[in-house]
Nanobody, 125 residues
Framework: QVQLVESGGGLVQAGGSLRLSCAAS????????MGWFRQAPGKEREFVAR????????YYADSAEGRFTISRENAKNMMYLQMNSLKPEDTAVYYC??????????????????WGQGTQVTVSS
């Protein structure tokens, strides 16, 4: 089992940048496919980005492609989301999530077994 804690959210002006971090506890972090999701008020949780266990491949939602970068440091049990050129529509609570060990990657929230508590990102216009 793995426990996840996000940090790095905050208030930023449109066009600005933020870097979210996700700290994982437990062993075998490198065996968990990881992802970032977000949920805006009144909307369903949506996929943002995901990364393979080795970090060698990553996939992005269309809304994040070209602006966000997902990465991980398995030796430190950490995952990151670098967000650039932020827009007001990026405002949401951002969650990191992990699939079960040795699972394949997925862009569906229902496929993820472990979730952090979320960190608020607010982008002002």
């Amino acid at each position: 089992q793995v426990q996840l804690v996000e940090s790095g959210g905050g208030l930023v002006q449109a066009g600005g940048s933020l870097r979210l971090s996700c700290a994982a506890s437990g062993r075998a972090f490198s065996t968990y496919p990881m992802g970032w999701f977000r949920q805006a008020p009144g909307k369903e949780r949506e996929f943002v980005a995901r990364i393979a266990t080795s970090g060698s491949s990553a996939y992005y939602a269309d809304s994040a492609e070209g602006r966000f970068t997902i990465s991980r440091e398995n030796a430190k049990n950490m995952m990151y989301l670098q967000m650039n050129s932020l827009k007001p529509e990026d405002t949401a609570v951002y969650y990191c999530a992990a699939r079960r060990s040795f699972s394949s990657g997925s862009s569906y929230a229902s496929d993820y077994a472990y979730w952090g508590q979320g960190t608020q990102v607010t982008v002002s216009s």
